[in-house]
């Protein structure tokens, strides 16, 4: 048998995000450098010992690689760029993975202890993946039964969920349902399209107990102390953007237009004798794969980029219907009308955890916030109509300058919800990994938004 230690040393599954998240001070120098180049979310990956760079910064690999150098950082492993692996096949972890390690646990129906030792974390993932094929929904990601062995951060968060799905549901787990793949016949009326959007029930897992389902959206994170999870991916633009239900169809044109004008800008300037007005997207595409992460970035924070001071403008004129469609549409108040019914109750549901190498397993209480709790919180906000959409403040209090703004340091739009001039939603509009896909929205509820349920 593998020993817990080794596997720690072997997974890189630990995202390096902010400093805090480093083990080791003398590599702080190359995350600044690593910041400086590339507004990534995650800029390395570690094992606990060891740090490998995310594989977006390949294009400045001399650039990296005399840095380390001229710095004498250590600890970087020797194949220097690496997205982070598990095991010593080096598949990268799913994020299906959790999802599928949260229903194999309560499978088990029993709650599991927060102080669990290494040989128990070993005999419980052991135990949990004989419950996989139980799992209405994981026929197609049976692979991912491998990332299960040695994922003891996956499994954190996993046991905190669990547990807090046990203490939610009013009798012992019948069924469970992963909807990943899609949502089985059974559960397939507790998701009808709704407002126009298609899979409006973001539940990841659907637990049946006592002939009543529950209806689970699964975060995680690391501590309590953390930043929640993000509310929101979605994109701003394209057949699946958020904005088609807040704006109308004529300022959505405007702002489809302007992302192209702005890529076939960025392109005529990188590519000069490149005919941009005859390629078609799929030529677009790939020109614009061959340009580094730093080059676009370079656009996108600057005056140039009309594609944002349009999105900006359109947004802020429709602020109070934003607002109010936003914050219903993140946590789906629409789902009332099923609740109603008496026969399903959807939760917003965070998985707290991790795991260190001197300290093994650490499992906090999860968070759950169910749907009337969160319509209560809503109604007093909406009620008092002292909402209104406004800029981001940094950490000095000061107003974060939008992407096209003059010395604009960051490729993104901010914004944050603000009830009585208190910040309760953050929001920021980004490309995020390909600049062939769309933007996306990431919204982040803030400290005093969450005391709004204590």
Avoid: C
Wanted: glycine fraction near 6%.
């Amino acid at each position: 048998m593998i020993r817990f230690k080794d596997f720690l040393s072997e997974a890189f599954n630990i995202p390096i995000s902010s400093k805090e998240d480093l083990r080791h001070s003398e590599v702080t120098p190359l995350f600044n450098f690593l910041k400086k180049i590339s507004d990534e979310d995650i800029v390395m990956v570690s094992n606990g010992s060891t740090y490998k760079i995310k594989r977006a910064y390949t294009s400045e690999h001399k650039k990296i690689s005399q840095f380390i150098k001229d710095h004498e950082i250590p600890k970087i492993n020797n194949e220097l760029f690496g997205d982070g692996s598990i095991g010593t096949g080096g598949v990268k972890i799913s994020e299906n993975t959790q999802e599928l390690m949260v229903a194999s646990l309560a499978l088990l129906n029993r709650k599991i202890s927060t102080k669990i030792s290494e040989e128990e974390a070993i005999s419980l993932i052991d135990e949990s993946k004989l419950m996989f094929n139980k799992i209405i929904g994981s026929s197609k990601k049976t692979s991912l039964l491998d990332q299960f062995d040695g994922n003891f951060k996956d499994l954190a968060t996993a046991i905190s969920s669990s547990n807090l799905i046990l203490d939610d549901i009013e009798g012992k787990v019948e069924k469970v349902f992963w909807t990943g793949q899609g949502w089985d016949k059974e559960i397939k009326k507790y998701n009808p399209p709704i407002n126009n959007t298609k899979d409006y029930n973001t539940s990841d897992m659907v637990v049946k107990s006592n002939g009543k389902y529950y209806g689970y959206s699964l975060k995680k994170k690391g501590s309590s102390k953390e930043s929640d999870p993000t509310l929101l991916n979605k994109p701003i633009t394209g057949k699946k953007s958020f904005l088609t239900n807040i704006i109308g169809d004529e300022d959505f044109k405007k702002i489809e237009q302007a992302k192209q004008n702005f890529f076939d800008f960025l392109l005529k300037k990188e590519f000069p004798s490149e005919d941009v007005k005859k390629l078609s997207i799929k030529e677009k595409k790939t020109l614009i794969k061959k340009l580094p992460n730093a080059v676009i970035n370079k656009y996108l924070k600057s005056k140039d980029n009309k594609f944002f001071e349009v999105a900006d403008t359109i947004i802020n004129k429709n602020s109070r219907s934003f607002v109010e469609n936003f914050m219903k549409f993140i946590f789906r108040i629409d789902l009332k009308e099923l609740e109603s019914m008496k026969e399903f109750k959807f939760s917003l549901l965070t998985g707290i955890g991790t795991f260190s190498k001197s300290k093994g397993m650490i499992v906090s209480d999860g968070e759950i916030k169910d749907l009337d709790s969160i319509i209560e919180v809503l109604s007093t906000i909406f009620e008092g109509k002292k909402y209104y959409l406004g800029k981001s403040k940094d950490a000095k209090g000061n107003f974060k300058k939008q992407g096209y703004e003059q010395n604009s340091t960051a490729a993104k739009l901010f914004y944050t919800i603000y009830n009585n001039d208190n910040p309760i939603v953050n929001i920021e509009i980004r490309y995020k990994g390909s600049f062939t896909a769309e933007p996306q929205f990431q919204a982040m509820a803030t400290p005093i938004f969450k005391n709004l349920f204590k």
